[in-house]
Each structure stands twice: as structure tokens, then as C-alpha cells.
């Protein structure tokens, strides 16, 4: 059983650079199973993919979103870590990180998200 975890600051300044992580058990983030995925939902609207990283630590970003994001990893502790520069009030919203299966392309894990408001 996969299991995410996201942390994180519930509370960012405009202008500042939000930052979660997400934990993962169950599952080894250098395995070619699933790409890491973190996906947000603004308050009252659809969800919004971010951006993954694959097990071998290659990046994909969203193009709307890819001049301020920034995904890393660390392997030694099976982390993740979400970077979002120059925030604004539009940046609030549930993030999530979630575990899409690399041959079914399913989302079989998500983490329970962590809501990040962008307030000054």
C-alpha cells in the first residue's frame, strides 16, 4: 500500500516562494512504477496538474506554471519537494501530490493534500 503525505506551510506571503514536500511509503520513488506527481485544486474550481517527476528524476511541468515551479527529490528519504515562486492570491488552493501509474497512466495513490493560502 502506497501512502503520500504532503507538508507544508498552511499560509504564504505574495511574492514568496511556497514550498510542500511529499513523504512516500510503500513505494520506492527511484522504481519505474510511477511518475510523483503534484496537482491542485483552487477554491471552486477544477483540478490543475503541476508538474512530476519520473524515477529517474526527469521533470515535467505544466507550461503555465513551468517558469515559477520547480520539482525535486530527495532519494534518501523518499521525498518529494513542490518550489512555486512569486505566488499570488491565485496560488490558493489544495495541493496533492499523487502516484500515476506509469502503464495504466491511472492515479492509484493520492495523499490526503495540505490547503495553502496565499494571504499577506
Known amino acids: 500500500q502506497v501512502q503520500l503525505q504532503e507538508s507544508g506551510p498552511g499560509v504564504v506571503k505574495p511574492s514568496q516562494t511556497l514550498s510542500l514536500t511529499c513523504t512516500v511509503s510503500?513505494?520506492?520513488?527511484?522504481?519505474?512504477?510511477?511518475?510523483w506527481t503534484w496537482i491542485r485544486q483552487p477554491p471552486g474550481k477544477g483540478l490543475e496538474w503541476i508538474g512530476a517527476?519520473?524515477?529517474?528524476?526527469?521533470?515535467y511541468y505544466s507550461p503555465s506554471l513551468k517558469s515559477r515551479t520547480s520539482i525535486s527529490r530527495d532519494t534518501s528519504k523518499n521525498q518529494l519537494t513542490l518550489q512555486l515562486s512569486s505566488v499570488t492570491l491565485e496560488d490558493s488552493a489544495w495541493y496533492y501530490c499523487?502516484?500515476?501509474?506509469?502503464?495504466?497512466?491511472?492515479?492509484?495513490?493520492w495523499g490526503q493534500g495540505t490547503q495553502v493560502t496565499v494571504s499577506s
Open positions: 499523487a502516484s500515476l501509474e506509469v502503464v495504466s497512466y491511472k492515479y492509484d495513490y
Open positions: 510503500g513505494s520506492s520513488i527511484i522504481v519505474n512504477q510511477y511518475d
Open positions: 517527476i519520473d524515477y529517474r528524476g526527469v521533470t
